[in-house]
C-alpha cells in the first residue's frame, strides 16, 4: 500500500490525540509527525487529559476543552494521597469539562455530516477518528467518542509480572493479582481494547502484544516510539579510555528532582572512594524545563568546584556547566540528551521514561527509591520488575557504588543486558511503523 496516498484519512479526515503525561504527549506528537509526513492535510487536535499540553503546542497542535497542570502530576496510582490532591485541584471538574468538549468537537463532525447530507453538493465526508496514548484513562475517553479509535498503550507490560518463560517467582499473593485473569490487562480493559470500533490497539512490547492477541485484542506488534529519534550527534567521537562515564537522571518534575539530586551525590561521593584509581566522568542530563541554578550549591557541598570546560567535545556545548573534584567531573547539561545516553555506561537513575530509554539502548541503570510524587519505591520496584536484569535496584545510595562495580566485573551479565534492553523496548521506527498502520486501520 502507498501510504502517502490513502483512501481513507482524506483531506477531510480529522484526529483527535488523547494523553495522559508528559511522557505520553511526547509519544503522541512522534507518532502525529509521521502521519503528517504520510497525510499532510489530515486536521489534527489534540486533548492532554493530564498537564498543559506543552509538546503538542510547540508542534502547532490546537488543543481542545481545559488543560490544567495537576498537583500529582499524574502520579495518582503510585500514591493514593496524591489523588485527594488532585480531587481539591478540580481533577473532577478537569474531568467532566473535558469529556464535554471531546463530545462537543465530535458531535461538530456529526452536524456537519448531517448538513452535507441535505445539500446536493458533491463534498467528501469528514471521517473523525481518536487516538489515544497512555492508560485506561484515555482508552475510557475515546471509547466515550462514539467514533472509531486506536490505543497506544504506554503503561502497562507483560514484563511486570512475567518474563519471556513463564510468570515471576516469588512475588506476593496480592501482587499476582496483577496477573490473576493471565493477562496484565484487566478483563475491563480488555474490552474497550476489543471493542468494535477500537481498530487498533500498539501494545510497547512483543510480549504484550502477543498476549493480548490471545485474548482477542487487534494487537500490533510494532516496537515503542519511545526508542524514535535518539541518534547521538556527530560532536562526539568514541574513544578507547580509562574513563568510566556514569549517566545521572534526577527526574524532571520540581521539587522531586532537587530531593532526588541529593540522593544521587550521595552515590557520586561513594564513587570516588571505590573508583579513585580511574577517571570518573559524571554525565548529568538535566530536563529543559528545569533551571539549572539549584543543583550547583548541592555539588559544591559535597567539595565540587567548579572547572573551565576544554574546547572540543562537551566544551563546545551551550550552557553546560562542569565542576571537579580529584579524579571526577560532573557535567551538567540540558542540550545533549542524546549524547549523554549514548556515551554512558551506566546510569544512576531516578526518573521514568528516560531510564527506560538509556535501558533500551541495551545498557545497564542502577535505581534509588525516593519520596515521590513519581520516583517512590512502588514506582522503583515496578521498574526493576519491568526490565529485569537490566535494573539493579537498591535501598540507599550507599549500595550504589558496590552494585556498580559488581556489573562491571560481570561481562556475562552486560552481554545479557545489552539483548534484554533490546528485547523489552523494541528498535527505533516504532512511530512511523505505527502511523502507517493507523492510516490503514482506519
Request: contains cysteine; hydrophobic residues 40%.
Amino acid at each position: 500500500m502507498d501510504y502517502r496516498s490513502p483512501s481513507s484519512l482524506t483531506s477531510h479526515s480529522r484526529l483527535l490525540c488523547l494523553s495522559n503525561g508528559h511522557g505520553e504527549d511526547i509519544i503522541t506528537v512522534r507518532i502525529v509527525q509521521e502521519l503528517q509526513q504520510l497525510c499532510p492535510s489530515l486536521d489534527i487536535a489534540a486533548l492532554p487529559i493530564v498537564g498543559e499540553g506543552k509538546a503538542y503546542t510547540h508542534l502547532g497542535i490546537p488543543l481542545i476543552g481545559n488543560v490544567k497542570a495537576m498537583p500529582s502530576g499524574g502520579f495518582i496510582y503510585m500514591d493514593g494521597r496524591q489523588l485527594l490532591g488532585d480531587i481539591q485541584g478540580g481533577l473532577l471538574q478537569l474531568t467532566w469539562n473535558q469529556l464535554r468538549a471531546m463530545r462537543q468537537w465530535v458531535r461538530g463532525r456529526r452536524e456537519l455530516r448531517e448538513q452535507l447530507s441535505t445539500t446536493n453538493f458533491q463534498f467528501p465526508i469528514a471521517h473523525t477518528r481518536v487516538l489515544a496514548v497512555g492508560d485506561i484513562v484515555p482508552l475510557l475517553f475515546a471509547w466515550w467518542s462514539g467514533v472509531n479509535y486506536a490505543f497506544v498503550g504506554t503503561a502497562k507490560s507483560e514484563y511486570y509480572v512475567r518474563d519471556d518463560r513463564s510468570v515471576l517467582p516469588g512475588r506476593s499473593p496480592l501482587a499476582r493479582l496483577e496477573h490473576w485473569s493471565g493477562s496484565i490487562y484487566h478483563p475491563w480493559e480488555r474490552y474497550f481494547m476489543s471493542h468494535h470500533r477500537c481498530r487498533a490497539v500498539f501494545p510497547r512490547d512483543s510480549l504484550t502484544a502477543n498476549i493480548l492477541q490471545q485474548h482477542g485484542v487487534p494487537a500490533f506488534d510494532l516496537g515503542n516510539p519511545m526508542m524514535d529519534r535518539l541518534e547521538p550527534s556527530q560532536l562526539f567521537v568514541e574513544e578507547m579510555s580509562q574513563e568510566l562515564k556514569i549517566l545521572l537522571l534526577p527526574g524532571s518534575r520540581a521539587p522531586e528532582v532537587y530531593r532526588n539530586w541529593e540522593l544521587i551525590l550521595q552515590a557520586v561521593t561513594d564513587l570516588m572512594v571505590t573508583f579513585s584509581d580511574r577517571p570518573l566522568v559524571f554525565l548529568a542530563a538535566i530536563a529543559p524545563n528545569l533551571d539549572l541554578a539549584p543543583f550547583c550549591p548541592s555539588l559544591v557541598k559535597v567539595g565540587f568546584s567548579k572547572a573551565p570546560l576544554t574546547k572540543g567535545g562537551w566544551g563546545d556545548l551551550p550552557s553546560t556547566l562542569t565542576f571537579q573534584q580529584k579524579n571526577a567531573f560532573v557535567l551538567l547539561t540540558q542540550h545533549a540528551y542524546n549524547d549523554c545516553l549514548h556515551q554512558a555506561q551506566i546510569a544512576i537513575a531516578m526518573a521514568g521514561t528516560a531510564t527506560e530509554q538509556f535501558i533500551g539502548l541495551g545498557k545497564p541503570a542502577i535505581i534509588i527509591p525516593g519520596q515521590g510524587p513519581q520516583f517512590t519505591y512502588a514506582f522503583a520496584e515496578a521498574q526493576s520488575r519491568h526490565f529485569g536484569e537490566s535494573i539493579t535496584l537498591v535501598q540507599s545510595p550507599q549500595q550504589v557504588a558496590k552494585a556498580i562495580a559488581a556489573l562491571l566485573s560481570n561481562s556475562e551479565r552486560l552481554q545479557f543486558i545489552a539483548k534484554n534492553g533490546i528485547r523489552r523496548m523494541g528498535k527505533p521506527g516504532a512511530a512511523r511503523r505505527i502511523a502507517e498502520c493507523l492510516i490503514e486501520q482506519f
